[in-house]
Structure formats: C-alpha cells, structure tokens
C-alpha cells in the first residue's frame, strides 16, 4: 500500500499523480466523474432585484465603515454567484451609481413592512416609490420625513 499520492475514493485505489488519478475516475467511475464537474450551461445574468440587494448590502456595509473585505460580506447573499461575477458587477459604471445613489439618501427614512427602516440626509428618491429590503427579502414602501 502506498503511503503517499492520490486515494479514488470511489474503489481506494492508489495513484502516483493527480493526473493518474484523473484519468482512472474518467474511465472507471464515469458517472461520478460526471456530477463532479459540474459546469454551468450558459452565464445568469443579474437582475434589477439582484443588483438593489447587493447595492443595499453595501452601502450599509460602507455605512457601518466595514469597508474591508465587501466582497466577503456580499458573497454568502448570492450562494449561485462567485466572487469573481460580483467584483465584475461592482466595476460597471451602473452599479457604481446605484450605490451612491442609495449612499447620498440620508434625510429619509424607508419604512418596511418588516419594521426595518434606513436613515438617509439628502433624497434623491421621488417622495413616494418601492424599495426592495434587504432585510426581509421584500419590495417595500419608501418615504420621506
């Protein structure tokens, strides 16, 4: 028995290198070999409610001044997403608007129906509209105070 190398862990066996081990559970475990693959079939893209909610997510993470690490923070948000695909969203000019837009509100308060509420000083909303809310997941009423 080996000591050192690459166990299958579908029969134990043992191979010398990764590429060894690759080609034997291409051959002998097809199926398994298969499922752990696991390439999408064509890209997502993101929609409008996706891009609020990450808008959102940071402006109070920037808020909060947790600016170290965002990505890390909005990450477990998007369980189908990876890191690479939101650091590509935050780079589009829309985006980076979005979140200054909801950045400069601070003389307002959303109202939600699930009691959670964001303070803002200068409103660049119209006075009435629909916000989506991170908290409980759902579009809700925006007004100024």
Same mark, same amino acid.
């Given at each position: 028995m080996?000591?050192?190398?690459f166990?299958?862990? /579908?029969?134990?066996?043992?191979?010398?290198? *990764?590429i060894?081990?690759? @080609? /034997?559970? =291409? +051959? =002998? /475990?097809?199926? #398994?070999?298969?499922?752990?693959?696991?390439?999408?079939?064509?890209?997502?893209?993101? +929609?409008? #409610?996706?891009?609020?909610?990450m808008?959102? /997510? #940071?402006?109070?993470?920037?808020?909060?001044?947790?600016?170290a #690490?965002i990505?890390?923070?909005?990450?477990?948000l998007?369980?189908?997403?990876?890191?690479?695909?939101? *650091?590509?969203?935050?780079?589009?000019?829309?985006y *980076?608007?979005?979140?200054?837009?909801?950045?400069?509100?601070? &003389? %307002?308060v959303?109202? %939600?129906?699930? &009691?959670?509420f $964001? $303070? %803002? +000083?200068? %409103?660049?909303?119209?006075?009435s509209s629909?916000?989506?809310? @991170?908290?409980c997941s &759902?579009?809700c009423?925006? &007004?100024?105070?």
């Amino acid at each position: 028995m080996a000591t050192a190398g690459f166990s299958c862990k /579908h029969c134990s066996m043992w191979f010398k290198t *990764k590429i060894g081990l690759g @080609v /034997h559970k =291409q +051959s =002998q /475990h097809r199926a #398994e070999y298969e499922e752990e693959i696991q390439v999408p079939k064509s890209k997502t893209r993101w +929609s409008q #409610e996706e891009l609020a909610v990450m808008a959102t /997510h #940071e402006a109070i993470l920037i808020f909060q001044g947790k600016i170290a #690490e965002i990505n890390s923070e909005l990450l477990p948000l998007f369980p189908n997403r990876t890191r690479e695909t939101i *650091k590509g969203q935050k780079r589009q000019q829309k985006y *980076k608007d979005l979140v200054c837009r909801i950045q400069l509100m601070q &003389s %307002c308060v959303l109202f %939600c129906c699930c &009691s959670c509420f $964001y $303070y %803002c +000083s200068c %409103c660049r909303f119209p006075p009435s509209s629909i916000f989506f809310c @991170v908290l409980c997941s &759902s579009s809700c009423f925006f &007004s100024c105070s």
